[in-house]
C-alpha cells in the first residue's frame, strides 16, 4: 500500500464514512480526476466516473477560494441543479468533507470524504483528520 493510500485509508477509517477519494490537477482533459481512492465494501468507485464536470459545482468554487467545505445534509447545501445530480450520479452522497491542496498558490489537489444515503453532523475531530489528511499527502505532492 503507498503512504498516500495509506493516509486516505486512515481518514476513512477515522470517520467511519462510505469513501475518501483523492483528486489531483494532472495533465489531460480530465479536470481533477480521481487519482486514488479507498472504499467500503459495496460502495462503487468513483475513479471511472467522467459524468460530473466538477468545472460547474459550487463546492470547487469553494475550494479554489481555500475554503474547506463541510456538508452534514449535503442535499440542502446547495439547490444549483447540477450539483443535485452528482450527489445521486456520486452513489446518494449524503455528507461530504472536501479539503483543499495548494502548491504554490495553486489548487492542486482535493482529499474528499463521502457519506453515502443518510446526512450526518461532522465532528471536530473528523474535520481535523481531514485537513490533517490533506497536509499529508501536500507533502508527497
Known amino acids: 500500500m503507498t503512504r498516500t493510500r495509506s493516509i486516505l485509508k486512515s481518514l476513512l477509517d ?19 480526476p480521481v487519482t486514488e481512492e479507498v472504499l467500503r465494501p459495496g460502495v462503487t468507485s468513483l475513479r471511472e466516473e467522467r459524468t460530473v464536470d466538477l468545472r460547474t459545482q459550487p463546492v470547487v468554487r469553494e475550494l479554489q ?42 489548487l492542486k489537489a482535493i482529499v474528499s470524504v463521502h457519506q453515502l444515503d443518510e446526512p450526518r453532523v461532522w465532528s471536530e475531530q473528523e474535520l481535523a483528520l481531514a485537513t490533517w489528511a490533506a497536509d499529508e499527502v501536500r507533502q508527497r505532492l
Open 65 to 106: 477560494q481555500g475554503r474547506q467545505v463541510v456538508q452534514n445534509d449535503c442535499r440542502a447545501a446547495f439547490a444549483d441543479a447540477a450539483f443535485q445530480r452528482m450527489l445521486e450520479t456520486y452513489g446518494s452522497l449524503a455528507a461530504q468533507i472536501v479539503t483543499p491542496i495548494f502548491v504554490a498558490g495553486k
Open 14 to 32: 477515522g470517520t467511519g464514512a462510505s469513501r475518501v477519494t483523492l483528486r489531483e490537477d494532472v495533465p489531460g482533459d480530465d479536470f481533477f
